[in-house]
């Protein structure tokens, strides 16, 4: 029963080939959308959060999450060239493992997608903030603009975009290409001119103590900024739109997750290095246990540093801008602040688009009701669940911190990259005689060591991360077996691809990061 019902390869790749008229990506257009999925909350907050966890030891937590996601981006672009069709990890899973596992690959995906777009939220919040209160002189109570475990009472901020994004999806906004390379663009230059202003003035007696907490904080934090790598296994959804997809896939794959994991590194010692700034952890009262990112104690903690005139990047909800600020160049941190309000909105964009449209593909293969296919007879767009999607999403940004929602949101990842990963070599066992153009090197060496890197860092993610994703997973096989699984196509013989229906919105990311 675990790997019945597996939907025909055939069928998926017949749907593929009837949109090939559509293609329109080339490998720079692949790359630029994966550095516009990547880049986000993840190099600009969870700065601050690493440093909570690891000390200057995050530039490691960089490296081991860089290397766990370039061995899975291997797995996926074979994959994804060999399977050029909209969906992700669902889709494969579905291909080559049978409908339970693409049904909890769908359902972990929920929190890739949905969690994260609240994550990048709260993230877009901090900056926002702290820009109007540094180019107005003006101090905006904590209590509006932070959640209850950050020392407020709720992020309306980070609520606000988050309706804002939901409403753009459900009229049918999209960017154009033009609008992406441009966001894509105003990103990068912020974080050149990071680099360019901060990496110069470094301190190297700032990264003493390089390891304060030991190997352990730095796999804790490799598992809090996985969070800043995810995004480049959306390029894999844009595959019905990519011109010559068993070339330009995997390119695309691994030359953003390449180009991004530069950027962090030189990013990263631009903070810990920076003089008058302290990136070691903030410890309990005691002065011997690093507290929690996200937790009341550590507010409280932060609180009493700055009375003192303590400079913690730690304590800081705009990392970047805050370290800019610190040595020597306000209005250019104010410049970094306003980046990342106006490109980090693209990214929320891009996370619910994408949850949207796996629940719509789900719903499609009658997985879940009908009406979260709904088609909006105006405009054209999936409006029911976008709304519901919404709404989750801004009680997410609402009420967590940012390292608890990235956190939780990594769980739901790491899944769908192990399942991928197992799914490469299954398919090589039960169909070896299909054409891959891109073959995943050392397959039997590359696949478990990104199975084993999942692992491991799921099994340093906080443990309130691990108990929701399991009590999640549980929700999932019960509402399966209650529902899905009587009421899905396959499992009723019908095996068509509705995916071509011309009533269905777009089922791949568009390219809007």
């Not at 301190?203 to 995810?230: D, R, T």
């Not at 691990?466 to 096989?477: D, P, V």
């Amino acid at each position: 029963m675990l790997f019945d019902r597996v939907k025909p390869l055939d069928a998926i790749l017949a749907t593929a080939e009837k949109k090939s008229l559509h293609r329109s990506l080339g490998a720079f257009q692949l790359t630029m959308l994966g550095i516009g999925a990547v880049i986000g909350t993840g190099i600009f907050v969870l700065t601050a959060e690493a440093a909570q966890k690891a000390g200057p030891g995050m530039m490691i937590s960089f490296i081991i999450a860089g290397l766990v996601c370039a061995f899975a981006a291997l797995c996926y672009a074979e994959m994804a060239s060999m399977v050029p069709v909209s969906g992700s990890a669902y889709t494969y899973s579905y291909a080559v493992m049978g409908e339970l596992i693409a049904w909890m690959v769908g359902w972990a995906l929920i929190l890739e997608y949905a969690v994260a777009a609240g994550a990048v939220s709260v993230g877009w919040s901090g900056y926002v903030v702290g820009l109007i209160e540094n180019a107005f002189s003006i101090d905006i109570p904590d209590t509006w603009v932070l959640g209850p475990f950050d020392g407020g009472l709720v992020n309306l901020p980070a609520m606000f975009i988050a309706g804002l994004v939901t409403w753009l999806l459900v009229i049918g906004t999209k960017e154009s290409a033009t609008v992406n390379a441009i966001l894509v663009a105003i990103k990068v230059a912020a974080l050149t001119l990071f680099i360019i202003l901060a990496v110069p003035v470094m301190n190297m007696e700032q990264f003493e103590p390089f390891s304060p907490l030991g190997f352990g904080g730095i796999g804790a934090a490799a598992a809090s900024i996985f969070f800043a790598y995810v995004g480049f296994d959306a390029v894999s959804t844009a595959a019905e739109e990519t011109k010559n997809p068993q070339r330009n896939m995997p390119i695309g794959l691994i030359g953003s997750l390449a180009i991004c994991t530069v950027f962090y590194l030189l990013v990263a010692a631009g903070v810990i290095g920076a003089p008058g700034v302290s990136s070691q952890p903030v410890m309990d009262a005691a002065g011997v246990v690093g507290l929690e990112p996200g937790s009341r104690e550590l507010a409280a903690q932060c609180a009493a540093r700055a009375a003192d005139g303590m400079k913690d990047v730690v304590c800081s909800k705009e990392a970047l801008a805050f370290t800019l600020r610190e040595i020597g160049w306000p209005q250019i941190g104010n410049l970094i602040g306003l980046a990342a309000g106006l490109a980090l909105p693209s990214v929320i964009l891009m996370m619910m688009f994408g949850q949207t449209r796996i629940f719509f593909v789900m719903s499609r293969d009658g997985l879940l009701p009908e009406a979260f296919s709904r088609i909006h007879p105006k405009f054209n767009t999936p409006h029911v669940i976008t709304i519901l999607t919404g709404i989750f999403v801004a009680l997410f940004a609402a009420f967590f911190p940012v390292g608890q929602l990235a956190n939780i949101s990594n769980s739901g990842t790491l899944f769908a990259f192990a399942a991928v990963s197992i799914a490469v070599m299954v398919i090589r066992r039960t169909d070896p005689g299909r054409h891959r153009p891109f073959r995943t090197p050392a397959l039997m060496f590359t696949a478990p060591v990104a199975i084993a890197g999942c692992l491991y860092l799921f099994y340093k993610l906080d443990v309130k991360s691990q108990i929701l994703f399991l009590i999640w997973a549980g929700i999932g096989l019960v509402v399966y077996f209650a529902y899905s699984r009587s009421r899905s196509h396959v499992g009723r013989g019908h095996i068509e691809v509705h995916e071509d229906d011309p009533d269905a919105p777009p089922t791949s990311v568009p390219p809007i990061h």
